[in-house]
Structure formats: C-alpha cells, structure tokens
C-alpha cells in the first residue's frame, strides 16, 4: 500500500480530484478536517480537552456539542486561542491518521490510502506519508473560483494567499505535481499516470 498525502492552495480544486480518487476500486480517501470533525463529537479525548481549555466561553449548543460557528469565532478572534485549539485537535488527527494507515497496512487490501490535508507541510506529515502530492492550479484561477464559489470579496482572497504556503515551498516538499489548469479530463489523465507510475515502481 502507497500512503500520499494530497496538499494545494485553497481553490486548487482538491475537492473534484479526491472525489475522483474515491470512485477507484483499491483506493481509500481521508480528509483531515472531517477527521478533525469527528474527534470533536462529545465521548472522545479531543472533545473533552478543548471542553477544559475553552470551560469560559460562549461555544456549546444545548447538547453539548459545539456551535462551530461560535467556536470559528473565538479561535480566529485571538491568535493565542487558535494555537490552542490547533495544540489539542491537530495531534489527535495525526494520531487517528497513523492509527488508521498501520490498519490498513495490516489489512493488505488497499493500494492506495490518500490524505488530504491544509497544514500537511506544516504539520511534518511528509514524515508520515511515503510522499507527498501538489495540485497546482494558478492564482488568478484560483482566485475566480473562491469569489464565485464562496462569495469572498478579492482582499478576503488575498488575505488567504498570504496565509498560506509558497509554491515553491509546496513544490520542494511534493514528489508529484499535478497541474490542474486545463480541463478536468487533462487532470484526472495526469492522476492516473502518477498513479501508474507508482504501480510500475
């Protein structure tokens, strides 16, 4: 089994590719921040630190559970509290995607298992991974696709750009890069060359 961790740009298109991945027999997709969503459900570990840590705010829905709304509010308010949101939920999901990849290699019935992930660079899962995956896809692209799709204004976008990696960053730390400018097909046809290139190894 090949574990690849998938990364890109917000508005690279990750989405359309790993949809793609999916429908392939042998193949298994997760997603780091539904992982994420999970390990925040009340009963695990995850839920009850962040229930400590964050005991004083306004964040809980009368289940329980937490208004993710509220919560996008209080973490993204004060830098100090996303980090330590970021210190509980990013190792627990690193944990749940080690546990989950030994599984499968156990299991032997996977060929590929693919992570996507917005912080896999940051977050050091090239050493967890056998290599990593960059879509590409250019800025002006990406930044059409953000305002229409989402309704972010062009200094919401940039905003955004900044925040995130350079590509020449990405570009050092993945082993494949797949260009997704041109048309779907040209891309789903570079994914399954990669991926043959893999098989053919």
């Not at 917000?10 to 390990?39: N, W």
């Amino acid at each position: 089994m090949k574990f690849i961790g998938i990364t890109g740009g917000v508005g690279a298109g990750k989405s359309e590719i790993l949809g793609y991945l999916k429908m392939r027999p042998g193949t298994k997709v997760m997603l780091a921040d539904e992982i994420a969503h999970d390990l925040m459900e009340p009963g695990t570990s995850c839920y009850e630190k962040i229930k400590k840590q964050f005991a004083g705010e306004d964040i809980f829905l009368p289940d329980g559970r937490f208004d993710r709304g509220k919560m996008a509010e209080v973490i993204f308010s004060e830098e100090e509290k996303r980090k330590q949101m970021n210190a509980i939920v990013h190792p627990a999901v690193k944990e749940f995607v080690i546990e989950t990849a030994n599984a499968e290699r156990k299991k032997g019935t996977l060929q590929f298992l693919f992570l996507e992930a917005a912080l896999l660079i940051e977050e050091h899962y090239d050493e967890i991974c056998d290599e990593l995956w960059y879509i590409y896809t250019r800025e002006d692209i990406r930044k059409q696709r953000l305002m229409a799709s989402r309704g972010y204004s062009e200094e919401k976008v940039y905003q955004i750009f900044d925040s995130q990696l350079s590509e020449e960053t990405y570009r050092r730390y993945c082993k494949c890069v797949l260009d997704n400018n041109g048309t779907v097909e040209k891309t789903y046809s570079q994914l399954e060359q990669a991926l043959k290139n893999i098989e053919s190894e």
